[in-house]
């Protein structure tokens, strides 16, 4: 099997999938860089298969190859696109929300439900315009200066009047969160994660699982291979959002358990007998 692994989303794991490619007996591609004209991804004739994990503009490069393949899809990590497709049974943790492109982001203070909690602003779109964050209910209930929050957040991330945003009432989380991988409808490993710290590899806790376990169990998959981004709010787990297993960070994840998954599935993929997810 041949790999494609960007540094950026390796990290400090990087010797250990070197390790275990290695043992596999598989061929390994290194690459590094924030451009889009990084290497080829495949010797020519190269004919096994193949999978990428990597960067978002390298993803979108490779999608129109066969090897590596990617397991990504830019339209079904939108919110707008997931969330009618997640059955009752999935603890999401923003339900209830409204869209609202980004020029009309002040007419929020007419929606007295934002007003007195608070509001939570993440773009539509998996690419990540800009991070999701939380604006208080001290804010939200003071038209002016909510209105100067905005043009900040618009200000500081270039962002176009068009570009669509998802808002729901906010609600506290804990610091650290869970990414848990979803590989042919199991849930087969995860890793905790922090914006402002890095995480040693812990046991997930049961509820944690538990949301993942419901989001592989429900009857639309993004993918065969995707990310479930939980949290834990109130000492409630809730599935926070969907990515792409092809583009989402390692973290300290266990290499061997993940790796494993994704190859069986990728090695099932490629002979027929596992039919891929159709857009």
Known sequence: ???????????????????????????????????????????????????????????????????????????????????????????????????????????????????????????????????????????????????????????????PPELMCYLAPAKALEASEWRLWVVNRKVVAWTPYSWTEDLPWAPAPDSVLAAAEAMAANPWQPDIAYVVDVGISNGCAYVLELNAASTSGLYQVPVPALFSALRAACILEAAGELESVPA
């Open 1 to 159: 099997m041949y790999w494609r692994v960007h540094k950026g989303v390796a990290g400090d794991l990087l010797p250990q999938i070197e390790h275990w490619v290695s043992e596999q007996g598989d061929t390994l591609q290194v690459v590094d860089g924030a451009k889009r004209d990084l290497p080829a991804p495949v010797p020519q004739g190269y004919d096994a298969p193949g999978l990428a994990l990597t960067t978002l503009p390298d993803a979108r490069d490779l999608s129109w190859v066969a090897i590596p393949g990617v397991y990504w899809d830019r339209r079904k990590y939108e919110v707008s696109y997931y969330l009618p497709r997640l059955a009752a049974e999935v603890p999401l943790l923003n339900r209830g929300g409204l869209f609202l492109p980004v020029g009309c982001l002040s007419e929020i203070t007419g929606y007295p439900q934002l007003q007195e909690a608070g509001v939570f602003i993440r773009p539509d779109s998996g690419q990540k315009p800009f991070p999701g964050q939380s604006f208080a209910a001290e804010l939200t209930s003071a038209p002016h200066r909510m209105g100067m929050a905005l043009i900040g957040l618009v200000a500081a991330y270039k962002l």
